[in-house]
Structures are given as C-alpha cells and as structure tokens.
C-alpha cells in the first residue's frame, strides 16, 4: 500500500480527533498539528519559533508565511513517510502553498477528507461537551455521561464547561470555520481530492467509509 498523504477537514466538534486517531492506528501516519508544531519550534527556541512567539506574545494570529514554513519544515524532515495534517491548511494561500510544498517534495496529496455535519448537531454536541481540567478525560451530558454526574470518573476532578463550548464562542468558532473553510472546499473539489463523508453517522461507521475509499 501506497503511503498516504491525508488532510482532515471539519467544523468544531465534527469528530477530526476520533477519526484521526482510527487513521494513524490504520495506515501508520504521522499526525501534524500546526498546534502542535508551533509550540515545538517555541520550545526549541529556533528562529522560527521566536518570530512566533513575537506575535503570539502581542496577542495576535501568527502570519500565514511563517505557519506555512513551519509545515514545509517538518513534511521536509518526514521524508518518505505517510501523515494526516490537521487543522492546515486553513486558508486558501495555505493550501496553495501546500500543494507547491507537496509537489516540491515529490509526493502526492492521497485525499482531502471532509465530515460534514449540521450546525444544530456540532452545537449539541459542543453545549453538551464536560472536560476534565486535570486529567483531560472529555464526557457528553447526552451521549457519554460520567458515572457519577459532574465528577470525572478517572481522577474524581469536577467536570467544567469550557469557554470555548459555550453558545456564543461556539457561533463565532462555527462561523470563522465556514468563512475560511469554503474556499478550501471548492479548490480541492475542482481537484477531484475532495472526500465529503456524512459526520453525523457512528464513529465506526464513518472509519469503515474511510478505509474503504482509501484502501
């Protein structure tokens, strides 16, 4: 089997982490996260990492052109080996930039897998998301409620609601994703890489879609 060379598209709370984790156990990948990268250029204190850190420190988005080093950085030290990016591109000079990266590198985009899910949905299952502040557990009040209510059943920690999984900041997060994410679903459908898969189904069900198209 080929190596693949996957992104994972999908609003907050469409399920990229879970299906991420099936993907990488299934096709052994490596997993990017723009988050995850920034904060090891950071902690490396690399030149890269400290232009970073001078905007983040000022409260501000770190620039595309620097973002967008740091992915062509570490696809570069990756060589020869399969991974899904998460969370790039985000923008449409991204994804530009990253199909110049790819090409650069004599490799092949395999797909770009969206899960589409309903606004009512993601809100339902973002309100009714409770996180665990010291063990990270996550629960749902509907769908994966802890034994005892409101108690971590790991660490005992009280579950809290994050800021972030609010009503308003979950409207603004949903409506910031739709704003950069058309774009990017338009140019990779002209593409023909473009892989939209129904968000909404079981887990197990939307993972056995996947390696079936990937296979």
Do not use: W
């Given at each position: 089997?080929?190596?693949?060379?996957?992104?994972?598209?999908?609003?907050?709370g469409?399920?990229?982490?879970?299906?991420?984790?099936?993907?990488?156990?299934?096709?052994?990948?490596?997993?990017?996260?723009?988050?995850?990268?920034?904060?090891?250029?950071?902690?490396?204190?690399?030149?890269?990492?400290?232009?970073?850190?001078?905007?983040?420190?000022?409260?501000?988005?770190?620039?595309?052109?620097?973002?967008?080093?740091?992915?062509?950085?570490?696809?570069?030290?990756?060589?020869?080996?399969?991974?899904?990016?998460?969370g790039?591109?985000?923008?449409?000079?991204?994804?530009?930039?990253?199909?110049?990266t790819?090409?650069?590198?004599?490799?092949?985009?395999?797909?770009?897998?969206?899960?589409?899910?309903?606004?009512?949905?993601?809100?339902?299952?973002?309100?009714?998301?409770?996180?665990?502040?010291?063990?990270?557990?996550?629960?749902?009040?509907?769908?994966?409620?802890?034994?005892?209510?409101?108690?971590?059943?790991?660490?005992?920690?009280?579950?809290?609601?994050?800021?972030?999984?609010q009503?308003?900041?979950?409207?603004n997060?949903?409506?910031?994703?739709?704003?950069?994410?058309?774009?990017?679903?338009?140019?990779?459908?002209?593409?023909g890489?473009?892989?939209?898969?129904?968000?909404?189904?079981?887990?197990?069900?939307?993972?056995?879609?996947?390696f079936?198209?990937?296979?």
């Amino acid at each position: 089997m080929s190596k693949q060379h996957l992104i994972l598209l999908g609003a907050p709370g469409s399920g990229k982490g879970t299906q991420a984790t099936f993907l990488i156990e299934k096709f052994d990948l490596t997993h990017i996260s723009t988050g995850d990268i920034l904060r090891a250029e950071v902690a490396a204190d690399t030149e890269l990492g400290k232009k970073a850190q001078e905007y983040m420190s000022a409260g501000n988005l770190v620039p595309d052109e620097l973002i967008i080093k740091m992915v062509e950085t570490k696809l570069a030290e990756l060589g020869d080996t399969g991974y899904i990016l998460d969370g790039f591109p985000r923008t449409l000079a991204q994804a530009i930039a990253l199909d110049e990266t790819i090409v650069n590198l004599a490799q092949e985009l395999t797909k770009v897998i969206n899960l589409d899910v309903s606004d009512d949905a993601l809100i339902s299952r973002l309100t009714g998301r409770r996180s665990c502040p010291d063990c990270k557990a996550v629960y749902h009040v509907d769908t994966m409620k802890p034994e005892r209510e409101g108690v971590c059943d790991k660490c005992g920690e009280k579950l809290i609601q994050r800021k972030d999984d609010q009503i308003d900041a979950i409207s603004n997060r949903l409506s910031v994703y739709k704003e950069q994410t058309a774009p990017l679903l338009e140019y990779y459908g002209k593409s023909g890489k473009l892989l939209v898969l129904n968000g909404s189904l079981n887990p197990e069900e939307i993972s056995t879609a996947l390696f079936k198209e990937l296979a």
